[in-house]
């Protein structure tokens, strides 16, 4: 049994993920809301699959991908987005809006209980309110905000997205959307004669009706977020011009004729009101065909993003990690070898996972690994476990393993809190847009962080060992402390190098080498705190503790390095700021100085060996 244990631990682990990442498919005579979710639209500078507009949307509005109605039904972002988008009675009600704030609750007369959802309808009698606390809110910067005026402010902007994506495919006020575009299409020629002659007659009759479609369509094209038709010429598709379906309805007045896909979307969405799922699949099918057709890239990317979003690869590596710890602790109570081969097969499997969602980000981007915050803790998840897999590897004692998998799974926590803006693959900021230094600065940085938490678990598994437990012996001791101490040097190298790399950027970007920059100074830190870590212990001066002492406090100058200069609000680094953030990051010190003052106790109050 123990031979084929790990066997048995993989397939149940591979045959899990086989059944979790299964394409969903419409039932027949159903809505196919999977085919609709593929197709590619232009939101925010980038193209992507509407299952992804929904996702990101209801993310920023709920912190969630799925609304939980109060019968207890879940719809999943994309059929609330289609429910929303063409104004489906009902969607108003659905509890859309997390509003935690007492005080903003407190705002609309009502208490703090166990509801924190609410929806459209309940905020519609407050907008004016809303509107003038969240303006307010608005003119004072971000890192001065009280939590109520952070709230008001959020839920401001959520109100905006969601009205934004209410008015993106359906015109408001129209109760038949798809004949309402039959009637100006056989207008047009009366438009554009009245153009000609310079909108000089008197609006009436056809022409009055015509105007009032135009006013009607240029406050679509103004409220929407979503542009979902692509350019019908070469040379704008070359530019990317998408435009929503508003302004293609404006431009036809100078084409003379209404876009296909603007009909199939009105079609789309008379058959979405009325229920009727097989005209509803059927202009599905012809969008998605036609996009293949005029847009091939753009619709591959959106399926590929479509399926990267059912499969969650990061959510799905962040529940391995948890049963890779589980398997490491379980071989040092017994079974070991069996269970440490497990551990291993499972850290492989993650590992996958884990590299075909960075992968899969780089594909869709078009850009290195890292380009954000919340892709910066993803890698530094990704590189930890490699390295934990090379110090298995060599000392086989499940460390290595124990190590990497907890910071893997903390570091793709902090990515999931990090998504809550919404886009993790938004548009670059100007500092980041060259390929080559996000290839070498900003990775070799972030591999150096990668190495620098991981010393600082080990310390931290030195110490709690030695303090709480018998089972640091001083051969296990001597492990930890040659673990700690290659991956220190190896920190120290990737710190060094991609800080004089961030320099040579720097130089070209801003015409300096070193401007003492927060975000500069942060990494000129960690070289320096490996640099008298190194020193140390080759003069002498330290031993085992004091090794695991500094490693630790490494942690504290590389979250300072990574999160906690983004919340100073200066500098040309100062992108990212996360007030929710600082908190945790205080937290997160507090435990470390605690660990440390642990540490500080004498050797001979130890419960393991060491002490004797």
Wanted: hydrophobic share 50%; net charge positive; proline share 5%.
């Amino acid at each position: 049994m123990k031979r084929f244990f790990p066997w048995i631990v993989l397939v149940l682990v591979l045959i899990s993920l086989a059944a979790s990442c299964r394409m969903p498919k419409g039932a027949p005579g159903s809505f196919d809301f999977p085919k609709f979710g593929k197709i590619p639209v232009l939101e925010e500078g980038r193209l992507k699959p509407l299952d992804t507009v929904a996702r990101n949307a209801l993310v920023i509005l709920r912190g969630r991908q799925t609304v939980r109605l109060e019968e207890g039904r879940t719809l999943p972002a994309i059929q609330w987005l289609a429910d929303v988008a063409f104004n489906v009675p009902g969607a108003d009600q659905y509890p859309t809006f997390a509003i935690n704030n007492p005080e903003v609750l407190g705002l609309f007369g009502w208490q703090q209980g166990e509801r924190k959802y609410f929806s459209y309808a309940e905020l519609e009698p407050f907008f004016g309110k809303i509107d003038t606390e969240g303006q307010q809110a608005a003119g004072i910067d971000s890192a001065q905000r009280s939590p109520y005026q952070t709230a008001i402010y959020n839920l401001r902007n959520g109100l905006i997205v969601y009205q934004r994506l209410k008015h993106s495919l359906w015109p408001e006020g129209t109760q038949e959307f798809a004949s309402e575009v039959k009637a100006y299409e056989k207008l047009l020629p009366i438009g554009r004669e009245a153009m000609k002659k310079g909108g000089q007659e008197p609006a009436s009759g056809d022409l009055a009706l015509f105007k009032k479609f135009t006013e009607g369509y240029q406050m679509l094209a103004e409220a929407s977020s979503i542009q979902p038709v692509p350019p019908v010429d070469a040379a704008a598709r070359r530019n990317g011009d998408w435009v929503s379906l508003g302004t293609s309805l404006s431009q036809a007045l100078k084409n003379g004729t209404v876009h296909p896909l603007v009909k199939a979307y009105a079609e789309m969405g008379e058959a979405y009101r009325a229920g009727k799922a097989d005209l509803f699949n059927k202009e599905v099918d012809a969008i998605a065909a036609s996009m293949a057709v005029q847009e091939p890239v753009a619709a591959g990317r959106a399926s590929f993003e479509f399926l990267f979003n059912h499969i969650a690869p990061f959510y799905q590596s962040m529940q391995l990690y948890v049963l890779v710890f589980l398997l490491v602790c379980g071989s040092w109570l017994g079974w070991s070898n069996s269970l440490g081969r497990s551990a291993v097969y499972v850290t492989l499997v993650a590992l996958a996972l884990h590299t075909f969602g960075l992968a899969a980000r780089m594909y869709l981007q078009g850009r290195p690994p890292v380009t954000n915050l919340y892709s910066s803790a993803v890698f530094i998840g990704w590189g930890t476990v490699i390295i934990g897999l090379f110090l298995e590897r060599i000392f086989r004692d499940g460390i290595g393993l124990a190590c990497a998998s907890v910071i893997g799974f903390i570091t793709l926590i902090i990515a999931h809190h990090l998504a809550g803006s919404g886009d993790t693959l938004e548009m670059l900021r100007a500092v980041l847009d060259t390929n080559i230094w996000l290839a070498t600065h900003v990775v070799s940085i972030t591999i150096g962080y990668s190495a620098m938490f991981l010393a600082g678990m080990l310390a931290m598994f030195y110490v709690l060992r030695g303090v709480l437990t018998r089972s640091l012996t001083r051969d296990a001791a001597q492990s930890l402390a040659r673990m700690t101490y290659g991956v220190l040097c190896f920190a120290t190298l990737f710190s060094f190098v991609g800080t004089v790399l961030g320099g040579i950027w720097a130089d070209q970007s801003w015409g300096r080498f070193w401007g003492w920059d927060p975000k500069e100074n942060g990494a000129l830190l960690i070289v320096l705190w490996c640099a008298i870590i190194l020193h140390a212990r080759w003069g002498g001066y330290i031993r085992q503790r004091g090794l695991m002492v500094l490693a630790i406090f490494g942690n504290v100058i590389t979250s300072f390095s990574w999160f906690g200069v983004n919340m100073l609000g200066v500098g040309l680094h100062s992108y990212g700021f996360m007030d929710k953030a600082f908190p945790w990051l205080m937290v997160f010190v507090a435990s470390q100085l605690g660990l440390i003052a642990l540490a500080a106790v004498p050797p001979a109050r130890w419960r393991s060996p060491l002490g004797n």
